[in-house]
């Protein structure tokens, strides 16, 4: 085989970067991927015959086919979508129970769905914890669409799903009939045998041994492992549980040993390895990072090693999984392996987890920066250390555990991970929140990356590399200080929340979205779930380059705002927090708000907030009702703008009977009324801008008179997030 590789007219790794640069071209529709298909081509022409260029091209041409077609697959499976459901096939490895709530992927009519059902009874929840066999299901349900990104930089569940082969969910609201059925499907059959693995260490380990034995081992963590997945995500060494290389080369080499304890030879270990490799990547869930190391190791089994190796390993993925290089899980893989590749082969023992820690802290942080927007210093330090804990200790020990359960089951060593975990929390309470860089556009996040090619081909030269070193400090700088100003309306669940920051860096936000009510329940219906806060608001002031906020003012006092303080306060660093003068009065509000131990401060009516030049001046914070809940007016830019609260309307423009307005933001709750949206028009502003609570539901009764006001009103659960953007004027943006 290598005999035929090496027979390729131009590198390999030539070749699979310019089917990389075609495939984005083609599945992201990116005319900066087209670009830089084009631009490799020129190339090509200008170093090699043209025979070699038409061999090339029909290369490009059929893997370009290959392409079109799945693209052509995936747009027909979302377009045509089915009606009904009757019938559901479970994917057993694919079940998370978190309190009453049960998800899980199932097959029906070949087509595959995410699944979801509200647990009727205890009972219930403990027998679809169990559940490892293959199962069917008769029932009753909806089927709806994906939900999209709602945020700018926010997680697109439907994008998610689609990269999984999923264009529809289904929540069941009946299982009218559960029966235990068989399967030839080798993929079904592993599911099945990855549950019950998971299941027997779930039964038989105690907390939290089992979370690192079926992570590590298997790479499932269940919702009990939340606490901690926080923590490992704030230090910056998540990616431990990340099943790689190490892993993969872990138990290759443990099969290679007893099969040559059996006098098998070599060759023939060759050849066993394909399906030893097939059963290992279906326990792990056929984890993307899994099947690039399981690649890399059977090719270099032939004698096909080096940046061969790395190019081989992308143009099979390519084929298999078209869909690898979507997710972030398949980019970062692939850019580990590469960025070790050009720096030699994986070495072993401590050296080797020394330049890993390194790498993969420093060496990848632009792509980092692109999906996570931060990066923890800590996790340079902490990578070598708990790699070395992890790979060398742990993976071992674990093994050898779960393999001698099956004789008797050894829980004495649960101590261990006790330990493990208290010194966790306590390096967490010691180290320093992320340096937050922001997210990088495409043209800047590929600016990053050249830069990083030319450091590698000048690392010899110091002047070369101090030079390029400082480019990338500017660019990183550009990002997290783009010179613009910005108000966005973000799309919160429930409440509101209003990002403004000018060209200074000067940042306001005001009001930070409510914790979602839920009704009482008992314990076992009780679910482990991120807050509004946590998926909405923070991901997105991080992928703006946020650490720091000047000015938090709550314009209201609604408590259901102050878990959501305390995330903030905890993420970034907070100046100060201003609330109204009759929010000072409000003990218990009060108490809990110092919880957050950030300076508290009253703003008054006539006082003002500036930015952006001028500033929002607060013309009232009561309503007819004494209801405390400030309303905002100023002139940004070249637009006025009012931000009104829970203050009705009507209360505001008698008060006012003079003002105007070109934009307004409002809430819901002040929107809903009839007798507002004829004061809207009173006011007749340009543009309307309304946060919708998604989780309460209002009558709309005033639609008609909404629409007379025209395309001006903009809701955030129409359009999602609402961004004005600008220098000295402002265009208005949407995410849909």
């Known amino acids: 085989m290598s005999q035929w590789i090496n027979r390729f007219p131009i590198p390999k790794i030539y070749l699979s970067f310019l089917l990389l640069w075609l495939y984005y071209a ?51 499976a979302s377009q045509h979508l089915v009606n009904t459901v009757d019938t559901v096939r479970v994917l057993p490895d694919t079940i998370k129970v978190n309190g009453d709530s049960l998800s899980f992927r199932g097959k029906a009519d070949g087509r595959l769905f995410q699944v979801y059902y509200k647990l009727q009874s205890e009972a219930e929840k403990e027998k679809f914890q169990q559940l490892s066999d293959l199962h069917e299901m008769v029932v009753k349900g909806k089927l709806a669409s994906p939900q999209g990104a709602n945020n700018f930089a926010g997680f697109d569940y439907r994008n998610y799903l689609k990269t999984q082969g999923i264009c529809q969910t289904l929540t069941i609201s009946e299982i009218v009939e559960l029966k235990q059925i068989s399967s030839w499907d080798i993929g079904e059959n592993l599911s099945s045998l990855r549950r019950k693995a998971v299941v027997w260490i779930k039964r038989n380990f105690p907390d939290p041994m089992r979370n690192y034995m079926t992570g590590l081992l298997l790479g499932h963590l269940d919702m009990d492992f939340e606490e901690m997945n926080e923590l490992y995500s704030s230090l910056g060494i998540i990616h431990l549980f990340a099943l790689s290389g190490m892993q993969v080369g872990f138990f290759m080499d443990a099969f290679k040993k007893l099969l040559l304890r059996f006098d098998l030879t070599q060759e023939k270990f060759k050849w066993l390895a394909y399906p030893f490799s097939l059963v290992y990547a279906g326990l792990t869930g056929f984890s993307a990072s899994v099947i690039r190391s399981l690649l890399q190791k059977l090719l270099a089994q032939h004698g096909i090693k080096s940046l061969d190796n790395f190019a081989l390993t992308m143009l099979i993925l390519f084929l298999i999984m078209p869909n690898f ?20 082969e994986e070495v072993a023992g401590i050296k080797g987890l020394v330049r890993e820690s390194c790498i993969i802290s420093l060496g990848i942080l632009p792509i980092l920066s692109f999906y996570f927007s931060e990066f923890q210093p800590w996790s340079i330090l902490l990578t070598f250390f708990f790699s070395f804990l992890f790979d060398m200790v742990l993976l071992p020990l674990l093994s050898i555990l779960f393999c001698l359960s099956f004789i008797y089951p050894i829980t004495q060593f649960n101590f261990l991970f006790e330990w493990l975990e208290n010194i966790i929390r306590y390096i967490s309470q010691l180290s320093t929140r992320p340096l937050v860089f922001g997210q990088p556009s495409l043209w800047i996040l590929i600016l990053l990356l050249i830069i990083l090619a030319l450091i590698y081909d000048y690392r010899k030269n110091l002047k070369k590399i101090s030079m390029l070193v400082i480019v990338a400090i500017s660019l990183f700088l550009v990002t997290k200080h783009p010179l613009e100003n910005e108000i966005t309306v973000l799309d919160m669940e429930q409440g509101r929340s209003i990002f403004l920051r000018d060209m200074t860096g000067k940042t306001i936000l005001l009001d930070v979205g409510e914790k979602s009510e839920r009704d009482k329940k008992e314990a076992w219906q009780e679910r482990i779930s991120s807050s509004n806060a946590e998926r909405s608001l923070i991901p997105y002031l991080k992928s703006r380059g946020v650490a720091k906020i000047d000015q938090l003012v709550l314009t209201t006092s609604d408590t259901k705002q102050l878990d959501h303080v305390l995330e903030i306060s905890k993420s970034f660093e907070l100046e100060e927090i201003l609330v109204s003068e009759e929010t000072l009065s409000k003990r218990e509000f009060m108490d809990k708000l110092k919880k957050s131990k950030v300076k508290v401060a009253a703003i008054k009516t006539g006082q003002q907030l500036f930015i952006f030049g001028s500033g929002l001046e607060v013309i009232t914070s009561q309503n007819s009702d004494k209801k405390d809940s400030m309303v905002l007016y100023g002139k940004l830019l070249n637009q006025t703008f009012l931000v009104t609260g829970d203050i009705e309307n009507k209360f505001l423009t008698k008060s006012y009977p003079k003002l105007q307005a070109d934009i307004v933001i409002t809430h819901q709750q002040a929107s809903n009324k009839k007798t507002d949206v004829e004061i809207l028009k009173t006011l007749q502003p340009k543009i309307t801008i309304i946060s919708v609570d998604k989780k309460k539901k209002y009558k709309e009764k005033n639609e008609e008179s909404n629409q007379e006001l025209g395309n001006s009103i903009y809701k955030t659960d129409q359009k999602g997030a609402i961004r004005f953007k600008g220098w000295s004027s402002w265009q208005i943006e949407t995410v849909r």
């Open 325 to 344: 290089f979507l997710t972030a899980g398949g980019v970062l893989s692939c850019a580990y392996a590469f960025i070790l590749t050009m720096t030699g």
């Open 26 to 76: 083609i599945f992201s529709a990116s005319v900066l991927a087209l670009l830089g298909f084009v631009f490799l081509l020129i190339c090509l022409f200008f170093q090699f015959p043209w025979k070699t260029v038409v061999k090339v091209l029909l290369v490009c041409s059929l893997f370009g086919s290959w392409f079109v077609f799945q693209k052509w697959q995936q747009e027909e």
